[in-house]
């Protein structure tokens, strides 16, 4: 079945430093590729999507790239502030079932920043 | 809009009680999903229902797990003779349809301890 991996489970980053955390997919379609954030006592919600290879999703300095060849969507941050302390999920949405909107999530990764 | 709403925040059951956990949905959407979080597995997806019928059960526990969603502004979920494999944070979400690249709005969960 469809699946993401996440490959680090907790990444404990400085102020201004630079954030990169890896997602892998497996999936039999051609998936829509999803990053999103929970912050403590909330709901996982939305950071970007992108649904194309090649297709750059983006969103409060957040960026990752679908890439079809590796089957990767890695997200990365060009310098991370305290506020960005969560976890974040890679997922997937495989519109080859049935179009279903379903998603499949990677174990999260959680992003400490110290001050 | 108040997004998704989840009742209770908390719910504590004895081994072998029922919980009953409630969602009501955005205002308009028309899919709803219902997943379990733990630290072990992360997000798994449970069930889902589109304009109220359910579509995709796959993911629930085919003993003791039902879910139902009578009209457009609720679904619950009822475990039966819960068991303490069952602690949780219960998550709900709704989407304004049910394509692959629709995000998902997130309620912040319920978190449910039996003892």
């Known amino acids: 079945g469809d699946s993401v991996t996440q490959t680090e489970g907790q990444v404990a980053l400085s102020e201004e430093d630079f954030l990169t955390i890896h997602c892998n997919y497996s999936?039999?379609?051609?998936?829509?590729l999803f990053w999103y954030v929970q912050y403590p006592g909330e709901g996982p919600q939305l950071l970007f999507r992108a649904s194309r290879d090649k297709e750059k999703g983006s969103s409060r300095g957040f960026e990752a790239t679908y890439d079809k060849g590796t089957t990767s969507f890695h997200l990365r941050k060009a310098s991370v502030q305290e506020s960005d302390s969560a976890v974040y999920y890679c997922a997937l949405s495989d519109g080859s079932t049935g179009n279903t909107g379903k998603l499949i999530f990677g174990l999260g990764t959680t992003l400490q920043v110290q001050p | 809009n108040a997004g998704v709403i989840q009742t209770p925040r908390h719910k504590v059951t004895g081994k072998g009680q029922e919980a009953t956990l409630w969602c009501e949905p955005i205002?308009?959407?028309?899919?709803v999903f219902w997943y379990r979080q733990t630290i072990v597995q992360g997000l798994e997806f449970l069930t889902y229902f589109r304009n109220q019928a359910p579509i995709d059960d796959s993911g629930m526990p085919k003993e003791r797990f039902s879910a139902q969603m009578p009209n457009q502004s609720h679904s619950t979920l009822k475990i039966q003779s819960t068991q303490p494999q069952d602690s949780a944070v219960y998550l709900c979400a709704s989407s304004r349809d049910w394509g692959c690249a629709e995000t998902l709005y997130f309620g912040s969960g319920t978190r449910l301890t039996v003892l």
């Open positions: 999936a039999s379609g051609y998936p829509t």
């Open positions: 205002s308009g959407h028309s899919a």
